[in-house]
């Protein structure tokens, strides 16, 4: 999906999201999905609405590559995020629950509504990809079983999906793991990677 | 001679720490402030920290004088038992914050190949109070804005003897002050302490102790309703309600505090804890201790206030100890109690 004008942005691409700058932090160049941690995500550019995001995809579901390079300043070395968004109420998008490869507690014929969010993160090297998702992962949801998150790493690129019912927790663990994840990328090109751990010497701390 | 840098950002303070064999090398720290009239939100608090956090892992080094080669273990916050009356829109409790700083200390760990260790916020608390009185084994009161315990050493635990039944006592404090639009900077609890003193009248607030434990809830309703009824007719001022609040709920701490220590038989008092600053607090516990022929013992703000050196230090216990968090099991939790946690750095 490309740059969505409206206001029911689904975190949209690198130049939305730097329209959104206001109070970001510096260093943070566009990340997808600008994220104020607060909770009461409702301004334009947040991942506000999620009615807007099946009003808008229609059935191109699957494809969001909407991050064009712009998205990476100087700040992130080239970390960029693409959103690609699942509908549930479309058809394609009905294949999403089936690909999590179990018939759960999914309730395909209800009326109950899933919703999905993929954010794919590719970093510089499969070491960065690793250490971001060692430091990421760790916090698991306070309220198990509401909020879904399933991360992935693969070479250099990290994969975060989230599966939830309730729009307002979605949009929550989404906007404050973005804000989390761009602070892991400050960190990280703030301190410099050791020479040692990019050779490849030596695994880190124990996991 | 370990050296560890603590990681604190469970409330509204953010601070960096590092401690040598118990010397503070380095204790930068930064306060979100809110207008009066506010309290601070788990979001708006986590970017707070976030904006600083480098900076002052910055300073902190800078401060001791080190760099990363000299850090032997990240120590950081990993639970804290803040209650927070937040509703779930908002994200239960403070855990942003809490996140931020532990993402950070993760990743610092990582790529300094140094190992993690995860630390019990009040357990910080009470060994910086320890190492910076030189207290061998008091009785502890802890008192801030997210918690009210009494807490005493034994067999390796730190046991809760009395507490809150509702609200921390700063919680208390710090709404009132929200409802009298007291400022918030440097602290709603010392800007009450400051107008206290010149407070005349002594309006009566219920006074309510359960057996060992406290509750601070029906005291706050109170005092709200007192406060808009006596301010209009001018029948007090805010200096008497603010002298009357902390002269009430102070004598409550100093009773549980008592009790904790006729049962234990012990002979020195600890406080800990940002309202521990409060000097009319350390006064009339100084009272009851002279009563007892027990000492008191309490630390400036460095150290009373959350500071990320308590967390260093609690840090260096542990990891003398042989305590090691792995990267997997480094999540924040708000679940586990003070008494949990299995002291074995103390006999």
């Known amino acids: 999906m490309q740059a969505p004008q409206d206001d029911a942005g689904a975190g949209g691409t690198g130049d939305r999201a730097e329209a959104q700058g206001g109070s970001r932090n510096p260093g ?18 947040h991942l506000s609405d999620p009615r807007g995001l099946e009003g808008r995809s229609g059935c191109d579901g699957q494809g969001a590559h909407g991050g064009p390079e712009s998205q990476s300043g100087p700040a992130r070395e080239g970390a960029v995020g693409e959103v690609a968004v699942a509908t549930p109420q479309c058809e394609q998008a009905a294949h999403a629950p ?88 400050r960190n990280i090109q703030r301190l410099g990677l050791p020479a040692s751990l990019k050779q490849g010497r030596g695994k880190g701390p124990e996991s | 001679m370990p050296v560890v840098l603590g990681f604190e950002g469970s409330a509204n303070k953010i601070g960096v720490g590092v401690v040598r064999d118990g010397e503070v090398l380095a204790n930068p ?79 610092v760990a990582q790529l300094w190949n140094k190992p993690l260790l995860g630390v019990n916020h009040c357990i910080g608390h009470i060994e910086m109070g320890r190492l910076i009185t030189g207290a061998t084994s008091p009785t502890v009161l802890y008192v801030s804005g997210g918690n009210t315990q009494v807490i005493a050493y034994s067999e390796h635990r730190y046991r809760i003897f009395g507490e809150t039944i509702d609200i921390a006592v700063g919680n208390c404090l710090d709404r009132f002050a929200r409802v009298l639009k007291i400022s918030n900077d440097p602290s709603p609890g010392y800007n009450i302490e400051q107008m206290a003193k010149q407070g005349k009248k002594l309006v009566e607030l219920p006074y309510t102790v359960k057996g060992m434990d406290v509750s601070f809830s029906g005291i706050l309703s109170f005092i709200e309703d007192v406060a808009e009824r006596m301010l209009s007719t001018g029948e007090c001022t805010p200096e008497d309600l603010c002298f009357s609040l902390q002269e009430t709920v102070f004598a409550m701490l100093v009773e549980i505090t008592e009790r904790a220590m006729a049962h234990c038989g012990s002979q020195e008092a600890l406080i800990v804890g940002g309202v521990g600053c409060n000097v009319r607090l350390q006064e009339m516990m100084e009272t009851m201790c002279q009563e007892r022929g027990a000492q008191l013992f309490a630390t400036d703000e460095r150290f009373c206030i959350d500071n990320g050196a308590m967390i260093a230090q609690a840090g260096w216990e542990m990891f003398q100890a042989g305590h090691r968090t792995p990267l997997s099991e480094s999540g924040i939790t708000q679940r586990y109690r003070t008494d949990e946690v299995e002291v074995t750095w103390r006999d």
């Open chain 1, 28 to 45: 943070d160049s566009g990340s997808a999905g600008s994220s104020e941690g607060k909770g009461s995500l409702s301004g334009p550019g």
């Open chain 1, 98 to 185: 089936g690909s999590r490869g179990d018939a759960g507690p999914m309730a395909r014929g209800s009326r109950s509504r899933l919703l999905e969010f993929t954010l794919i993160v590719p970093f510089q090297s499969p070491l960065e990809a690793d250490m971001a998702h060692r430091s990421l992962a760790p916090d698991t949801q306070r309220q198990p079983g509401v909020v879904q998150k399933e991360f992935t790493v693969n070479g250099s690129t990290l994969t975060i999906r989230w599966t939830a019912e309730d729009p307002v927790l979605f949009r929550i663990s989404i906007n404050s793991f973005l804000d989390r994840l761009s602070l892991v990328v």
């Open chain 2, 29 to 107: 720290r930064r306060t979100y402030v809110t207008p009066p009239g506010t309290g601070f939100l788990p979001g708006d608090t986590a970017r707070h920290h976030r904006a600083v956090i480098l900076d002052l892992l910055q300073e902190a080094l800078t401060e001791a004088g080190l760099t990363s080669q000299d850090i032997d273990c990240i120590a950081y916050t990993k639970v804290s038992k803040i209650l927070v009356p937040i509703s779930v829109l908002l994200g239960p409790g403070m855990g942003a914050p809490l996140a931020s700083v532990a993402v950070v200390a993760r990743t």
